[in-house]
Every structure is written in structure tokens, then in C-alpha cells.
């Protein structure tokens, strides 16, 4: 530890291994970036006639992409865990008010769809709602 700045390398360390066994995609992603960097590194040497710019853009895209999309896996794993796996009892109060906001959403998107129907596409009739 640092007196200056109180950086403990130990704390972060005890960090990334706590995230690591509560999400088991943060070391995937990282497992991931590091393999892709080094393959396009190791790949720079026969690159033929694409400019080393082009290429090392290809290699960060690429890196890039894959730590995004275990991102997103991570998350849908996170919310199907939260909300599905196991779902929470819920109360008459909740469930009454889930039902009336339902209803008021269904009410405005089918008098948006009567709105931009009549204005873009000339339609005559009228539906009431």
C-alpha cells in the first residue's frame, strides 16, 4: 500500500476474485479480450496487403465485441436469475396497480396507433377506443 494515494493491490485483487465467483462472465470476458489480442498480434506478421491501421482496428472491433456481448450475456443471465428463476410473491395492492398501468399503456399505444394511421396513411376509419 501506497501512503500517498492508499491503493491496496491486495484489495483488488480480493476484488476481482469476488466478482469473478459472483459472475463467472467477468473473467470470461476478460479471458476472452486477452486471447483475441494476442491472436491479432500474433496473426500482425501475415496480414498481407491490409494497412496495419485497418488491422489493428479489426483486432479492437473484434476484442471489443466479444467483452459487449458477454456483457450482455452477463445481464441476461442476471435478470433471468432476478426476475424468472425465482419469482417474488407478490401483494393484491401490487398485482391491482401492475394490472391498471397495463391497461393505461394498452389504452395510449392503441390511440398512438389510431394517431399515426389517420396522419401518415390517410385512413378513414375511425375506430373508437
Keep these: 500500500e501506497t501512503a500517498e494515494t492508499g491503493w491496496n493491490l491486495r484489495d483488488h485483487g480480493s476484488k476481482l476474485i469476488r466478482k469473478a465467483r459472483e459472475a463467472s462472465f467477468v473473467p470470461t ?23 496495419m491501421s485497418v488491422h489493428l482496428i479489426h483486432m479492437c472491433m473484434a476484442a471489443q465485441g466479444f467483452v459487449v456481448g458477454t456483457m450482455t450475456l452477463g445481464m441476461g443471465d442476471s435478470m433471468y436469475r432476478e426476475f424468472w428463476a425465482k419469482p417474488k410473491p407478490m401483494k393484491g395492492d401490487v398485482v391491482l396497480v401492475s ?8 389504452h395510449l399505444i392503441l390511440k398512438l396507433y389510431v ?15
Excluded: Q
Design 29 to 51: 470476458g476478460m479471458a476472452g479480450f486477452a486471447t483475441i489480442v494476442a491472436y491479432r498480434l500474433y496473426k500482425l506478421k501475415s496480414r498481407g496487403n491490409t494497412k
Design 99 to 106: 394490472l391498471v398501468v397495463l391497461a393505461l399503456v394498452r
Design 115 to 129: 394517431y399515426v394511421e389517420n396522419k401518415f396513411f390517410g385512413s378513414d376509419n375511425n375506430m373508437v377506443i
